[in-house]
C-alpha cells in the first residue's frame, strides 16, 4: 500500500519561510503529475502548486512568485518551498500525487495526511 508522508509545517512569522516536503512510501512504479493543495479554517481545499512528470510547473495567483514547488524522481519526494509568507497562507497543506504501483495499474490518486502551517507574528 502506498503512503505519502508530509513534514515541516508549523509557526513561522510573515515575511518568513518554510519548506514542506511529502515523500511516497509503499510500492512504486511510476509517478505522473504531484500538487499541493491547502485548505484554511472554513473554507474548501485549494489547488496551489502542481508539477509534471517533466518538470513542468503551475501555481495559483495567490502564490505565484513566492513558492516553490519541485521533485525529487528518485526519492518519490515532492518539496514546497515557501518564502515572504502572510497570514492568509496559514492552512493544512495537502500533497497528492498522480501514480501507479505497478506496471499493469492504473494510474490513482492518493492523499498526504495534511500538515498544518500557521503564519502569525
Known amino acids: 500500500q502506498v503512503q505519502l508522508v508530509e513534514s515541516g509545517g508549523g509557526l513561522v512569522q510573515p515575511g518568513g519561510s518554510l519548506r514542506l516536503s511529502c515523500a511516497a512510501s509503499g510500492s512504486i512504479f511510476s509517478i505522473n503529475t504531484m500538487n499541493w493543495y491547502r485548505q484554511a479554517p472554513g473554507k474548501e481545499r485549494d489547488l496551489v502548486a502542481t508539477i509534471t512528470s517533466g518538470g513542468s510547473t503551475v501555481y495559483s495567483d495567490s502564490v505565484k512568485g513566492r513558492f516553490t514547488i519541485s521533485r525529487d524522481n528518485a526519492k518519490n519526494t515532492m518539496y514546497l518551498q515557501m518564502n515572504s509568507l502572510k497570514p492568509e497562507d496559514t492552512a493544512v497543506y495537502y500533497c497528492?500525487?498522480?501514480?501507479?504501483?505497478?506496471?499493469?495499474?492504473?494510474?490513482?490518486?492518493?492523499w498526504g495526511q495534511g500538515t498544518l502551517v500557521t503564519v502569525s507574528s
Open positions: 497528492k500525487f498522480n501514480m501507479r504501483a505497478y506496471v499493469w495499474a492504473t494510474f490513482r490518486e492518493v
